[in-house]
């Protein structure tokens, strides 16, 4: 069993920034992938950032230029450093992660978190 649990989300001004992590944990070989995605009230799931093993890294057009993400492996954890926030910003921010597991290492298994509310606000 993994898990993924999201962290860093809260109350911020419009042009602050955040910083959410997200850990995975359990029986597991390897993350081939870590994703945050975002989810406004009435609205559709949204791509955010995508880091890929192997260095390759991908932005949704919203984001890029203002959000940066980065993985520690030894922690297994991913981070989205968001900056000039936008009130459009505003979302449930979720981790996403194919994993390798131990039980079955023929087969990469997709994650999901939770979720950390980020509210961009005056």
């Known amino acids: 069993q993994v898990q993924l649990v999201e962290s860093g989300g809260g109350l911020v001004q419009p042009g602050g920034s955040l910083r959410l992590s997200c850990a995975a944990s359990?029986?597991?070989?390897?993350?081939?992938?870590m994703r945050w995605y975002r989810q406004a009230p009435g609205k559709e799931r949204e791509f955010v950032a995508e880091?890929?093993?192997?260095?390759?890294?991908n932005y949704g057009d919203s984001v890029k230029g203002r959000f940066t993400i980065s993985r520690d492996n030894a922690k297994n954890t991913v981070y989205l450093q968001m900056n000039s926030l936008k009130p459009e910003d505003t979302a449930n921010y979720y981790c996403?992660?194919?994993?390798?597991?131990?039980?079955?290492?023929?087969?990469?298994?997709?994650?999901w978190g939770k979720g950390t509310l980020v509210t961009v606000s005056s």
């Open positions: 359990g029986s597991f070989f390897s993350i081939n992938a």
């Open positions: 880091a890929i093993s192997g260095g390759d890294i």
């Open positions: 996403n992660a194919n994993l390798v597991l131990l039980s079955n290492m023929g087969v990469v298994r997709n994650y």
